[in-house]
């Protein structure tokens, strides 16, 4: 059952890269559902665009462990892959991840105050 929603996020996420590259697709719209807390919203927002710059493979991988909290195994068995193959993808996602946040003040800020290591 989760290798199907994998298979459909990936679809989607690259319908969304390819609409947004030839102009088809309007800036989408963060779900964030109540906004009572601005510096949270803008996070969040934040958030959204450095796993968007990431490549699909690593992001799935990332999502899943980091903040679905599935284990090695769940996570390599929704990707397809070998336990040793999703640690070398997380790995290098980590790192992409870290580079994007500290790049980012704005996402770095939300990270360290929540407790995040970017």
């Not at 899943?64 to 993808?89: M, N, Q, W, Y």
Request: proline share 3%; with cysteine.
């Amino acid at each position: 059952m989760i290798g199907v929603a994998i298979h459909l996020a990936k679809n989607e996420i690259r319908r969304r890269a390819i609409r947004k590259f030839v102009g088809l697709d309007d800036v989408v719209e963060v779900p964030v559902v109540a906004p009572h807390d601005a510096a949270m919203v803008q996070g969040a927002r934040h958030l959204y665009e450095a796993l968007d710059r990431m490549e699909i493979t690593a992001r799935m991988a990332f999502v899943l462990r980091f903040v679905h909290g599935c284990d090695l195994a769940e996570t390599a068995a929704a990707c397809g892959c070998s336990v040793a193959t999703i640690k070398r993808k997380l790995g290098r996602a980590e790192s992409r991840f870290a580079a994007l946040a500290q790049a980012d003040p704005v996402l770095r800020d939300f990270l360290n105050q929540r407790g995040g290591e970017p």
